[in-house]
């Protein structure tokens, strides 16, 4: 397979950890030039530092999703300093694991903010520069849950229902400019997203232990990537859509 990735740009939200963490490192060993962020820039200046003890370059962004004019800022920052962005990564979110009447109005705003409304934000503006160069890929990540109800995770399955529907509806204009929009829907990945979640009636622990196997993340990473080439669709334990993924 040809290496779509060498001498582009890439802007991956949410990465200090997790999967923009490991999609960060593989973007990175393929050849690209990865603007890694993360909250704070200590955070996203350790994934660099992975990326640059490969012998592969990054540059470490402190990055609030939610704040619209810093995530404005960062693409043109990467759209100014390389001449273009080539990909962004919308991947920043958060979980609530519980029965949906027992969460707190102010959390499930936050959620739908980070999880929905940054994304749909992020993408507007990429899609914006993107359309001016002429040529990019936007890749928002969504979930399995996006996909289908699930049980104590209602209002993390709608913002990713959301996603959905935004990505392959913008892709469907945005093709006409060169620029192209990917869903990808993970499954059960060993990220520090559950450990992190907000939880009632329950812990994290215990949905771990009754969920299926779950996949590394440096596998995952392989599996998206891989995905992202011209032409192809993930597999495994991702659920690749059309038009959602279309070229």
């Known amino acids: 397979m040809a290496n779509e990735w060498q001498g582009k740009s890439a802007l991956v939200t949410g990465a200090g950890t997790g999967i923009g963490r490991a999609v960060s490192l593989e973007l990175a060993r393929r050849g690209a030039l990865v603007y890694v962020s993360a909250l704070t820039e200590q955070e996203a200046q350790a994934v660099v530092d992975s990326i640059t003890a490969e012998g592969n370059r990054g540059v470490a962004l402190a990055l609030d999703v939610t704040d619209d004019v810093a995530y404005q800022a960062a693409i043109e920052r990467v759209a100014s300093e390389q001449g273009a962005i080539d990909l962004l990564v919308n991947n920043a979110g958060i979980l609530y694991v519980g029965e949906y009447y027992e969460m707190e109005p102010d959390f499930l705003r936050k959620l739908i903010e980070v999880n929905h409304t940054a994304v749909a934000i992020g993408t507007l503006f990429g899609y914006r520069v993107m359309k001016a160069q002429g040529h990019g890929l936007i890749v928002n990540v969504a979930s399995q849950g996006g996909l289908m109800p ?66 590394p993340t440096d596998d995952a990473a392989r599996v998206i990537v891989d995905g992202l080439q011209v032409g192809t669709t993930p597999g495994g334990p991702f659920t690749g859509l059309r038009p959602g993924l279309r070229e």
């Open 150 to 215: 699930v049980g104590t995770m209602a209002a993390y399955s709608g913002t990713k229902h959301a996603v959905v529907g935004l990505t392959a509806s913008v892709g469907g204009e945005a093709e006409a400019f060169g620029v192209r929009l990917k869903t990808v829907c993970p499954g059960n990945i060993a990220s520090d997203m559950l450990g992190n979640a907000q939880t009632r009636g329950t812990d994290a622990q215990g949905v771990l232990d009754v969920l299926p196997k779950r996949m």
